[in-house]
């Protein structure tokens, strides 16, 4: 199935279609998150899954890397601007829609 790509104009606009505001929106995933997720699909083979050995050296690179993870969390909002993240998170709330008057019987 082949991924598409949405642009964060794109979120704000099908979100507010829906009925919602969008309050926030930040780009996730840049540079450390994109780097993880590049080699992680180049080691584990991009469709077929990889083999059992390049699984396992993954869950083994992956381990350490949780502190990396962790200083990412705090580094990444620094350079959401660059728009070159794996992703987006968007923090929204529904619109308030005015409902009419009931009449009276």
Do not use: C, H
């Amino acid at each position: 199935m082949p991924l598409r790509a949405l642009r964060a104009r794109d979120i704000v606009r099908k979100l507010e279609r829906a009925g919602f505001e969008v309050e926030q929106l930040t780009n996730w995933g840049f540079p450390f998150t994109r780097a993880l997720t590049n080699l992680e699909r180049r080691m584990m083979g991009s469709d077929e899954g990889g083999s059992a050995g390049s699984r396992s050296l993954v869950r083994l690179l992956l381990r350490p890397a949780s502190l990396v993870f962790r200083l990412n969390a705090a580094f990444e909002p620094l350079l959401s601007f660059a728009d070159a993240g794996v992703g987006y998170v968007v923090l929204a709330r529904r619109v308030e829609q005015p409902q009419p008057a009931l009449l009276a019987a």
